[in-house]
């Protein structure tokens, strides 16, 4: 592994992440479809010592795993951490979503051939299941657990409640409780990590594994002037219009000038900002070009001090989170 990378426990728990992890939600065999490009970054990251590699059954419908899936078989299994997801529908069978146990245990078992490996390290329930008992979802993580299809598993953008009750449920029966949250977190989107979800999810033991550190790219500035036709916002309106806002891009703006006298980009500012949190294990960076991979690693060699993280808050203050 790269001395130049961090690791992090997840957790409570002895395995270890490296502080920037990588992510294939809308890029790798979706907006990256060139196989050759994915292993040219996925490699690079490798080499730099990224161990953590994050994805899930939705991403283009199972596209996004068979990609990096290719990509991971080069490496030496025993150094890596692997993570998929379940819960969105993959067809349009009734049955074919959520947390039951029938589609836990079918999902499991298509994301693993599609990466081709024999156990995900983490198994993540993309969203909380408001039609199945928290029980059933719990039994049937447990079981996938001492099966050894999944060493460890994981929530997603669940609440600090759901969290709470999971945990009990799980001290009541004897059950594996879940090892680490995987929640959006940048300065855009930071309320529940900084208020609710990370203080929970830190007293049961938990490792918070972020999503979107960059706000889709808003907190790099590419965005100040106007929405570029090859951008992610350009293809998700739900995402242009959760970020974008006059108010959004002056606060942006701002914190371009305040990277520009620390000397470093706004990428490398927003991923040490959220990296300096030390409840999070690791950031997911999202790099669709090696030029950007390289940038955001360079927040490995960034140490914040408090007045620069006092300015952060004040231009981006939790309770003007969305």
Not at 10 to 36: C, H
Not at 134 to 153: P, Q
Not at 242 to 252: A, D, G, M, P, W
Not at 266 to 281: F, T
Request: proline share 3%; hydrophobic share 35%; charged share 25%.
């Amino acid at each position: 592994m790269n001395e130049a990378m961090i690791y992090r426990k997840l957790g409570r728990s002895g395995t270890k992440v490296s502080l920037f992890g990588l992510g294939g939600w809308t890029t790798y065999g979706d907006s990256v479809a060139d196989q050759s490009q994915v292993a040219s970054i996925m490699k690079r990251a490798f080499d730099e010592g990224v161990n953590f590699f994050d994805s899930a059954d939705i991403y283009n419908r199972g596209e996004t795993e068979k990609s990096m899936g290719k990509v991971l078989a080069e490496f030496p299994r025993h150094e890596l951490v692997i993570s998929s997801k379940v819960f969105w529908p993959m067809s349009d069978d009734v049955n074919d979503r959520g947390l039951s146990r029938k589609h836990i245990m079918e999902s499991i078992d298509k994301s693993l051939m599609r990466m081709g490996l024999d156990y995900l390290d983490i198994y993540f329930c993309h969203r909380y299941d408001e039609d199945t008992p928290l029980l059933e979802t719990i039994r049937a993580m447990d079981d996938l657990v001492k099966s050894g299809k999944i060493l460890y598993w994981g929530t997603s953008e669940w609440s600090s409640l759901q969290l709470s009750q999971a945990h009990q449920i799980c001290k009541d029966g004897g059950y594996y409780p879940p090892q680490v949250e995987q929640p959006q977190y940048n300065l855009l989107v930071r309320k529940a990590v900084d208020e609710s979800v990370g203080p929970v999810a830190s007293d049961n033991g938990m490792g918070l594994v972020t999503w979107s550190p960059l706000a889709s790219g808003v907190l790099t500035g590419k965005y100040n002037e106007g929405i570029p036709s090859d951008s992610r916002l350009s293809r998700m309106e739900w995402l242009k219009e959760k970020f974008i806002s006059e108010e959004n891009l002056t606060r942006v703006q701002k914190m371009g000038e305040l990277a520009k006298s620390l000397d470093c980009s706004q990428a490398q500012l927003a991923l040490a900002w959220a990296a300096s949190n030390d409840k999070v294990s690791s950031v997911i960076l999202g790099a669709t070009k090696m030029s950007q991979l390289e940038d955001n690693l360079g927040a490995l060699k960034i140490q914040l001090d408090e007045s620069t993280l006092n300015e952060l808050d004040r231009l981006f203050p939790a309770e003007g989170s969305k």
